[in-house]
């Protein structure tokens, strides 16, 4: 595994004692109100906290424990365990193995959630909770580290290595290529990235910070080149204006197909069809992990803090591409991507096959995202019409359920409601599978066999139908001065700029919650909760958590002869050879691999779960 020892000690840090406090009702909600980004540089220099937020100390002379371990623990983070300001996603203790979504470098900041703008978020939502000026220096340091981290087009690739190009590149050909399931990490493509939220999550922690601070010319410069990225992006003319790419600009090396090996196994059933059918998938109209909403919620922040009027139109053609992308009744859903251009036979506006486990079809957990979706623009917009195309894609998810036969045979999927891809025409689900032991012996399948599937990418998907109609019935019947009253609020409608919600990393901000007037609800967390997370760094700065998941060490690349067994495939990692992620205590069920406990890490998801209780307690 990858070493690094060139690193700093643990800081000794004095314990602390437990949290008293008086009882907190765990239904207890209170309601922030927008604005408090809008709190300008003068706050910052003058080392007050934010308009609308906590007061920045407890009473003089008495350490509150609950505002010292959140100091604690962001200094840590930023002092002792960052690279340069930026994070990957676990740590062993003494720093000499990392990972992202997989193995990472000591000099390499992960730029997908958890990783580095989730940090930086916790840490800036962690300042807005105490006013302390530290944590807005720790995530300003995290900005920084972003701002070195954008590609010159203005976007952000998944990873950046602070090393430079060459190293990122060595990281490629040896970990990155051998991760079997791991496809968009098998070649270091010369361009920006949608997907995982990788650009949107950087662009919102930029704007978040250069509101507090506009004299930053790094943050300034960095944010007005994210925002012009994703305008420049964005289709113009034909079915698919106003989506976008998962990947801008087109890569002319981009992956088009992935190797299908000469020689198949003896069980291969011969109706086994292989993925990519639509070349690089990258340049399609992408709704795979909402590429189109985060843009549209970027730009809509954008709208209302800066006062970009001119941000309104890309955001107006990108809500009239989700609805022109759904496909005619009877099959009235969506797919991960969509062809932007006529194909062969194939129409402009269809759907279009992604990786090679991603199959050209519909995909019902895609067509709920975005049936929300235009709930959501129904209500920003005050215009009805956005929910004519709803009762066709509820019609066309209620007749292609899984059966009760199909979950019984497979536990993968015993606790979902419908298959994830379906079919075009035959509307039967259609189930990818694998062969061979790793990237270079072996690769992926579909068929409309529902067993065996693959575990690291559900072949079931959880559908609420029935939450559907029910919001459906609900906005059909708003009354013409309600809709007026949601148009009047909407960011959409132009009017003086107000600020963003406070906080960005209690959960996902919806489309909603960028109204005008909206109130952001905080659950208060239970005195014992609270005193828990503080006692379990009384004497570290640091919370500790089993690894989600491990990984095998490059060891060169995997064999190329034919496996014929079966041990592989539906689990997360191939042989020994494939660097992909794994559970510790769930390897495959073949030598050399033995169930173990997972190590303990340091985690970027635990710390900005354990933080945002904190930061809601003193939100109270």
Same mark, same amino acid.
């Given at each position: 595994?990858? *070493?690094?020892?060139?690193?700093?000690?643990?800081?000794?840090?004095?314990?602390?004692?437990?949290?008293?406090?008086?009882?907190?009702?765990?239904?207890?909600?209170?309601?922030?109100?927008?604005?408090?980004?809008?709190?300008?540089?003068?706050?910052?220099?003058?080392?007050?906290?934010?308009?609308?937020?906590?007061?920045?100390?407890?009473?003089?002379?008495?350490?509150?424990?609950?505002?010292?371990?959140?100091? *604690?623990?962001?200094?840590?983070?930023?002092?002792?365990?960052?690279?340069?300001?930026?994070?990957?996603?676990?740590?062993?203790?003494?720093?000499?193995?990392?990972?992202?979504?997989?193995?990472?470098?000591?000099?390499?900041?992960?730029?997908?959630?958890?990783?580095?703008?989730?940090?930086?978020?916790?840490?800036?939502?962690?300042?807005?909770?105490?006013?302390?000026?530290?944590?807005?220096?720790?995530?300003? *340091?995290?900005?920084?580290?972003?701002?070195?981290? #954008?590609?010159?087009?203005?976007?952000?690739?998944?990873?950046?290595?602070?090393?430079?190009?060459?190293?990122?590149?060595?990281?490629?050909?040896?970990?990155?290529?051998?991760?079997?399931?791991?496809?968009?990490?098998?070649?270091?493509?010369?361009?920006?990235?949608?997907?995982?939220?990788?650009?949107?999550?950087?662009?919102?922690?930029?704007?978040?910070?250069?509101?507090?601070?506009?004299?930053?010319?790094?943050?300034?410069?960095?944010?007005?080149?994210?925002?012009?990225?994703?305008?420049?992006?964005?289709?113009?003319?034909?079915?698919?204006?106003?989506?976008?790419?998962?990947?801008?600009?087109?890569?002319?090396?981009?992956?088009?197909?992935?190797?299908?090996?000469?020689?198949?196994?003896?069980?291969?059933?011969?109706?086994?069809?292989?993925?990519?059918?639509?070349?690089?998938?990258?340049?399609?109209?992408?709704?795979?992990?909402?590429?189109?909403?985060?843009?549209?919620?970027?730009?809509?922040?954008?709208?209302?803090?800066?006062?970009?009027?001119?941000?309104?139109?890309?955001?107006?053609?990108?809500?009239?591409?989700?609805?022109?992308? #759904?496909?005619?009744?009877?099959?009235?859903?969506?797919?991960?991507?969509?062809?932007?251009?006529?194909?062969?036979?194939?129409?402009?506006?269809?759907?279009?096959?992604?990786?090679?486990?991603?199959?050209?079809?519909?995909?019902?957990?895609?067509?709920?995202?975005?049936?929300?979706?235009?709930?959501?623009?129904?209500?920003?917009?005050?215009?009805?019409?956005?929910?004519?195309?709803?009762?066709?894609?509820?019609?066309?998810?209620?007749?292609c359920r899984l059966s009760a036969q199909q979950k019984a045979d497979n536990p993968l999927i015993a606790s979902r409601s419908h298959p994830t891809y379906v079919e075009e025409g035959t509307n039967k689900g259609l189930f990818v599978h694998r062969f061979g032991s790793n990237i270079n012996n072996g690769a992926y399948y579909y068929d409309y066999d529902h067993t065996r599937t693959l575990s690291h990418y559900s072949a079931g998907r959880s559908v609420n139908?029935?939450?559907?109609?029910?919001?459906?019935?609900?906005?059909?019947?708003?009354?013409? #001065?309600?809709?007026?009253?949601?148009?009047? *609020?909407?960011?959409?409608?132009?009017?003086?700029?107000?600020?963003?919600?406070?906080?960005?990393?209690?959960?996902?901000?919806?489309?909603?919650?960028?109204?005008?007037?909206?109130?952001?609800?905080?659950?208060?967390?239970?005195?014992?909760?609270?005193?828990?997370?503080?006692?379990?760094?009384?004497?570290?700065?640091?919370?500790?958590?089993?690894?989600?998941?491990?990984?095998?060490?490059?060891?060169?690349?995997?064999?190329?002869?034919?496996?014929?067994?079966?041990?592989?495939?539906?689990?997360?990692?191939?042989?020994?050879?494939?660097?992909?992620?794994?559970?510790?205590?769930?390897?495959?069920?073949?030598?050399?691999?033995?169930?173990?406990?997972?190590?303990?890490?340091?985690?970027?998801?635990?710390?900005?779960?354990?933080?945002?209780?904190?930061?809601?307690?003193?939100?109270?």
């Open positions: 595994m990858s *070493r690094d020892t060139h690193h700093s000690p643990r800081p000794e840090f004095p314990a602390r004692g437990g949290l008293a406090a008086a009882a907190l009702s765990r239904r207890r909600v209170v309601q922030v109100a927008a604005g408090t980004s809008l709190a300008g540089a003068a706050g910052v220099a003058a080392g007050l906290a934010p308009v609308g937020t906590a007061s920045a100390a407890a009473t003089p002379g008495r350490v509150d424990p609950v505002r010292d371990t959140i100091r *604690r623990t962001a200094v840590f983070l930023d002092e002792k365990l960052s690279y340069r300001g930026g994070y990957v996603w676990s740590y062993l203790p003494d720093l000499s193995t990392t990972w992202g979504e997989m193995e990472a470098r000591r000099t390499m900041c992960w730029i997908q959630p958890p990783g580095t703008p989730s940090v930086g978020h916790a840490l800036l939502d962690a300042f807005h909770a105490t006013g302390d000026k530290r944590l807005y220096q720790a995530a300003r *340091r995290t900005g920084h580290a972003l701002a070195r981290a #954008q590609r010159s087009e203005g976007g952000w690739n998944y990873i950046h290595d602070f090393r430079g190009e060459r190293a990122l590149r060595e990281w490629y050909e040896t970990i990155g290529i051998n991760g079997w399931r791991l496809e968009e990490f098998q070649h270091l493509y010369d361009n920006s990235t949608f997907d995982d939220a990788a650009t949107s999550t950087s662009a919102q922690l930029i704007l978040r910070l250069h509101l507090i601070n506009p004299f930053d010319p790094v943050l300034a410069r960095s944010l007005y080149k994210a925002i012009a990225f994703v305008v420049a992006s964005q289709f113009r003319g034909g079915v698919g204006d106003g989506g976008w790419p998962q990947r801008w600009p087109a890569d002319p090396n981009a992956t088009k197909e992935m190797p299908w090996p000469e020689t198949l196994p003896s069980w291969l059933p011969g109706d086994a069809r292989h993925g990519m059918e639509d070349g690089d998938y990258t340049q399609h109209v992408t709704f795979n992990d909402n590429v189109l909403g985060e843009n549209i919620k970027f730009l809509l922040m954008c709208v209302i803090s800066l006062g970009r009027h001119d941000l309104i139109a890309p955001v107006r053609r990108a809500m009239e591409c989700v609805r022109r992308m #759904q496909q005619p009744a009877p099959q009235a859903g969506w797919g991960l991507q969509h062809l932007r251009f006529d194909r062969g036979d194939r129409r402009a506006g269809a759907v279009a096959a992604g990786r090679s486990y991603e199959p050209r079809a519909l995909t019902t957990h895609t067509t709920q995202t975005n049936v929300e979706q235009l709930f959501k623009y129904t209500q920003l917009t005050g215009d009805r019409s956005f929910l004519d195309g709803v009762p066709a894609a509820i019609e066309w998810l209620e007749s139908t029935g939450a559907l109609r029910s919001e459906y019935d609900r906005l059909m019947a708003l009354s013409d #001065q309600q809709l007026e009253d949601l148009r009047a *609020r909407s960011p959409l409608t132009r009017g003086r700029r107000y600020g963003l919600p406070t906080y960005f990393s209690l959960r996902d901000l919806d489309l909603l919650d960028l109204q005008r007037g909206a109130t952001q609800q905080i659950s208060a967390p239970s005195a014992a909760a609270v005193d828990a997370i503080v006692a379990e760094v009384a004497d570290k700065p640091y919370w500790l958590s089993p690894a989600e998941a491990v990984t095998n060490p490059f060891r060169g690349d995997g064999p190329t002869a034919p496996y014929d067994g079966m041990a592989y495939m539906s689990k997360h990692v191939g042989d020994v050879y494939d660097t992909s992620p794994y559970s510790a205590d769930q390897p495959p069920e073949v030598a050399p691999y033995q169930p173990q406990e997972p190590p303990l890490v340091i985690s970027t998801s635990t710390f900005v779960a354990k933080l945002g209780t904190l930061i809601s307690h003193l939100a109270q």
